[in-house]
């Protein structure tokens, strides 16, 4: 059966999930709180979380947003086999969305120009939702993901250009130099993504698509997940810490994505996920919508 999918449908949907996404944490990261905190030996980190803790409860209890920040909106479209969709129509009906949750809920806009930094007070701008859209062979199917990503986490992004005689302990090395560079200010326990491979834009991308895919996943490349499992210890014992402030949960994990790259060169990028790591999906099919994380 074909999936026809309305633009008005996606517009209701965009909007209701960065409401969604701004309240509610996905049970994945409330797990990884409870994790990090049976595990932490140092009272005061030990304090640190459990006010984070309480802050998740309360946001939920009363309907209020998990953080001030609205951050930049991105929106995951991931379209299946047998989908008729518009995609002009599909990205203007996003934008419309993010544009009504701002102005009906209403939210406050995180969104100016580069260089006048002015702001509409919309949540959009140039380019922004930021839209990416992807194939997979999931029948009747299209599943759309919002992600709001607040700018101290996002002011954690690095790249480097390596060459293959880096190896192994370049890559290394690059990660936790940049997780030290960025202590506390990109609101730990984090996620650290890592993107190996590609071009430079490509690993950039890698590094946020780790950076936001839930806790408790793996890298589908062998070698990226043994690299994350590398990485996850020697992250944690750098002492950063809640809120850089000291301990032993500095990232709830390091999560690594790969993809080919060229013969003389291997680009490492690092983009950090806060310890809100909010997100929310919607998935269409031919029975209707499903919401979730």
């Known amino acids: 059966m074909k999936l026809h999918v309305d633009p008005q449908a996606v517009e209701e949907a965009a909007k209701l999930l960065y409401i969604r996404a701004l309240k509610v944490l996905p049970d994945d990261i409330k797990q ?21 803790i309480e802050n998740i409860a309360v946001a939920e209890r009363t309907d209020n947003l998990l953080c001030q920040d609205t951050g930049i909106p991105i929106y995951n479209v991931v379209i299946g086999c047998d989908v008729e969709v518009d995609g002009a129509a599909l990205k203007a009906a996003i ?18 120009h580069p260089i006048t930094r002015k702001n509409d007070q919309s949540s959009t701008g ?13 029948p009747s199917t299209l599943r759309l993901e919002m992600i709001p990503k607040g700018s101290g986490s996002e002011n954690g992004s690095f790249l480097r250009m390596l060459i293959p005689a880096d190896g192994l302990d370049g890559i290394k090395r690059f990660v936790i130099d940049c997780v030290m560079q960025a202590g506390g ?32 996943s793996a ?19 750098l002492g950063i810490g809640p ?21 003389t060169m291997n680009p490492v990028a690092v983009n950090i996920q806060c310890h809100s790591a909010r997100r ?12 979730g994380f």
Do not use: W, Y
């Open 32 to 52: 990884g709180f409870t994790r990090l905190d049976a595990g932490e030996g140092d009272s005061t980190a030990r304090t640190i979380l459990a006010t984070m």
């Open 95 to 112: 934008r419309r969305g993010v544009e009504r949750a701002t102005r009906e809920h209403p939210l406050r806009s995180s969104i100016v």
């Open 126 to 138: 140039r380019l922004v939702p930021v839209i990416n859209i992807d194939f997979d062979e999931a």
């Open 185 to 216: 200010k990109v609101c730990p326990p984090t996620i650290v993504g890592v993107g190996v491979g590609g071009t430079s834009d490509l690993c950039m991308h890698l590094a946020k698509v780790a950076a936001t895919r839930p806790l408790g």
């Open 219 to 237: 890298c589908p490349d062998p070698e990226g997940e043994k690299l994350e499992k590398m990485l996850a210890g020697a992250v944690n014992s």
């Open 243 to 263: 809120q850089g402030l000291g301990g032993d949960s500095t990232a709830f994990a390091v999560h690594v994505e790969t993809a080919a790259t060229h013969i």
């Open 280 to 291: 929310a999906t919607a998935t269409f099919t031919p029975t209707g919508i499903e919401i």
